[in-house]
């Protein structure tokens, strides 16, 4: 599910800047979301008859999902690296991984694997060192059904 999410928020009494991150992986309801802060944009300045509103939306990364379908091997490898770690597969949509999402983009299709964070980007994210070793059987499996 998409969401609008204010990260930043500053002003004064002649001046105000918002921060958003706008998130959602489908590209048609990502589009449509934009264009509901283009169309607050024109409201707020229709109300007050001038530019008083001026909205910029900058890309940032896009869904990898998009391009890693069309590879489902990558996929299979994955799984069965992670049971030959004698872990469970979960496959689960995430929002996150820009670094995977823009190498993905970029022509190196990459899917997210867990490292043993949990509560990402708030302040009791942490990482289970245990199971990021654990990662670490999981990448050697992969390397090595890679190579077969």
Request: charged share 25%; proline share 3%.
């Amino acid at each position: 599910e998409g969401f609008f999410h204010l990260i930043e928020f500053n002003g004064d009494v002649s001046n105000a800047k918002a921060l958003y991150l706008i998130r959602e992986h489908d590209a048609v309801k990502f589009l449509a979301m934009q264009q509901i802060m283009l169309k607050a944009q024109d409201a707020i300045n229709t109300k007050y008859g001038k530019k008083v509103c001026e909205v910029e939306i900058k890309g940032q990364y896009r869904n990898m999902g998009e391009v890693v379908s069309q590879y489902p091997e990558l996929l299979e490898i994955a799984n069965n690296a992670i049971k030959e770690a004698n872990l469970v597969p979960e496959i689960s949509p995430i929002r996150g991984g820009t670094d995977g999402a823009n190498l993905t983009m970029n022509g190196l299709p990459c899917p997210n694997l867990g490292t043993g964070g949990y509560n990402f980007h708030g302040r009791y994210e942490y990482l289970s060192l245990n199971e990021l070793e654990k990662m670490i059987d999981v990448l050697k499996e992969i390397v090595r059904l890679s190579c077969n």
